[in-house]
């Protein structure tokens, strides 16, 4: 006997109820997002474009410990802005040096690269509309893509910070470290402040990967993307220099990047660090919404 066989006839002159049908992309399906997320950190970290892109980012610590270890005895040693005369005299400095290089166009580039191919890339590549045939909802999918490419730039930032501590330790060793007030402190205690300046440059970059993915939504041709978010990060920051926008300064994405120096303060003032991430989370929100709304309701066709 079937299912149907139990049930009550329909009263006479009522009308028998529709089915409901359901769309298989809506079912639940246990594991879609882990294995969905698993193929896009593999397609990510896996195109060649960006791992030269993390060996070219890893490159830059080690080549500017080594110019520093070649000219340190030199005119020029001791020469250099921010935090690069120090490096000589403990490498610790190497990695805080590095990433304040790295931070105001390579990591830039490095975002624009990764967020701008994500969905762009996709939909010149024509792989879009497959992914979308995945049963999992465009909002998982754009939320995979923004998990992807933040575990991208994170790496970067860990690949940079890393490289330099081995460098900075195998050229110039690794001692107490002296903070801007003329203070020392001891080694594992700088150890813990220069893992806060990574940390704080990697969460510093979530802005812009936001904008990214939502200029990656507007467009099929990735490199439009790409180049549109550099731009955005060059804009804020050629803006941040007027003294005549003063008023808009605080709320510009790039104005709070050079903070991490409260780290190397006796006293970390964590209000200044917490206003610049709160910047940021205002940008994820405002970007990531409209990366949402704009990717949910795109009529997709390549």
């Known amino acids: 006997m079937s299912p149907a066989d139990v049930l009550d006839p329909p009263a006479p002159g009522s009308r028998a109820p529709a089915p409901v049908l359901v769309p298989q992309a809506t079912v639940a399906h246990r594991g879609a997002w882990g294995r969905l997320l698993r193929s896009e950190m593999r397609l990510v970290f896996g195109r060649r474009r960006n791992i030269a892109l993390l060996s070219g980012l890893a490159a830059v610590p080690l080549l500017l410990g080594v110019v520093l270890f070649v000219t340190q005895d030199s005119a020029l040693g001791g020469q250099g802005p921010g935090f690069v005369g120090r490096v000589t005299g403990n490498g610790l400095f190497l990695v805080i040096a590095a990433l304040f290089m790295c931070l105001p166009f390579l990591l830039p580039l490095t975002i624009g690269v990764a967020s701008g191919d994500a969905i762009a890339g996709e939909a010149q590549a024509g792989t ?3 992914l979308l045939a995945v049963p999992v909802s465009r909002t998982r999918l754009l939320a995979v893509k923004a998990v992807a490419v933040l575990t991208f730039v994170g790496a970067a930032v860990l690949a940079i910070a890393l490289v330099a501590l081995v ?3 195998v050229l110039f060793g690794l001692s107490d470290i002296t903070l801007l007030s003329g203070t020392t402190v001891p080694l594992a205690d700088g150890l813990l402040r220069v ?8 969460l510093s970059l979530t802005g812009l990967v936001a904008v990214g993915l939502f200029l990656s939504t507007l467009t099929e041709v990735p490199v439009g993307a790409m ?3 550099v731009v955005v990060a060059i804009v804020s920051a050629v803006l941040d220099t007027l003294p005549q926008l003063a008023v808009i300064h605080p709320a510009l ?3 709070h990047w050079l903070d991490v120096a409260e780290f190397l303060r006796v006293q970390v003032d964590w209000g200044v660090l917490g206003q610049g991430l709160a910047v940021q989370g205002a940008w994820v929100a405002i970007f990531g919404a409209l990366a949402w709304s704009r990717f949910t309701t795109a009529d997709v066709t390549s």
Do not use: D, E, K
């Not at 893992?195 to 990697?202: D, E, F, N, P, T």
């Open 128 to 130: 879009l509309r497959y």
């Open 167 to 169: 460098t900075g330790a």
């Open 195 to 202: 893992a806060g300046v990574a940390a704080y440059v990697a």
């Open 227 to 229: 180049a549109a978010t």
């Open 253 to 255: 994405l790039t104005h």
